[in-house]
């Protein structure tokens, strides 16, 4: 499973250097959707390839 962490806070509920889970991943018509779960599953980020790259680190 992917590992993500946020490198800048987001939307402002969302705060840097929390990890999260890739649970999804899909794409229509050249649109990339991602589904990001907390590692307490505390929260749900559902955003866009251009966002999850300018916001999110993937960590291993």
Not at 38 to 55: A, P, Q
């Amino acid at each position: 499973m992917k590992k993500y962490k946020l490198i800048k806070n987001f939307r402002g509920q969302y705060k840097k250097g929390t990890t999260y889970f890739l649970i999804s991943e899909s794409e229509f018509i050249g649109v990339k959707e991602f589904v990001l779960q907390t590692k307490n599953l505390d929260g749900k980020i559902i955003l866009s390839e251009k966002e999850l790259k300018g916001h999110f680190r993937q960590i291993y």
